[in-house]
């Protein structure tokens, strides 16, 4: 385990555990901003060149038909 | 505790909606991370992970259709029968939204007695909110700390300890941990 992160991770579960209301907030914004990030890494790479294949190849994704961009 | 809808991040509503669909046709438990994740860890992850009963092929397009009807695609076959191979082989199916490839619900059936007595002892989790059955805390320490053993994954089995300390049963860890040394 990574000495000193974790005693960051241990704080941070203290903090949830102490503040059942309070955690949730700061917890959201911080998981939507990681996919909010994706899918602007995304936009872009289906403008460049190839963009469309190399995100096929990135998710592996087989089913064609489920994914309306990759028509 | 009740929380209010607009608290739930895109993980959360992704996996309620998918969870959702499978309870009207499977026993089901997420696995993995997500339970640490649901749970006020901070860290990231693309996908989510479900153990579901083995069950026929009959039962299973039901399901499937259910999930199309609901917006959910197989990033594997639109298949039905192709994907029920997959499964049938031990092999996890990918599930998103339609047309986003991320989040994604890697399925896969039960395959021993270990994912047996992880459905027969799931639970739900008060502080994540949601109406989802997990497996329970000791199953998810004992398999982080004797199975998987990375620093992210050490570090979400620490975050299990100190949020659900009352839960945690010494017991049932090393008793789990002694399954997953014969099993896996």
Known sequence: MREGHIEQVERWARFVKENPTKWKKIHTDFIDALFEKHDSFRDKLLQMPNGKEK????????????????? | MERQIEDRNILDRFCEEFCAVVEEHYKYIVVSGFLAIASGRTRGTEDIDMIIERLDLDKFKLLFEDLTKKGFVCMQSSSTEEVYDYLKDNTSVRFTWKDKELPEMEVKFAKDVLDEYQLK????????????????????????????????????????????????????????????????
């Open chain 1, 55 to 71: 995100l096929q190849k990135l998710y592996d994704i087989r089913n064609k038909e489920g994914y309306g961009w990759l028509k």
């Open chain 2, 121 to 184: 002892t799931r639970v739900k989790f008060e502080l994540t909110g949601l109406d989802v059955w997990f497996s329970n805390v000791n199953v998810n320490i004992a398999f982080k700390e004797e199975l998987l053993k990375s620093s992210k994954v050490l570090e979400d089995a620490r975050h299990l300890r100190i949020v659900y300390a009352e839960q945690v049963d010494e017991k049932e860890v090393q008793s789990v941990k002694q399954l997953i040394k014969r099993f896996r």
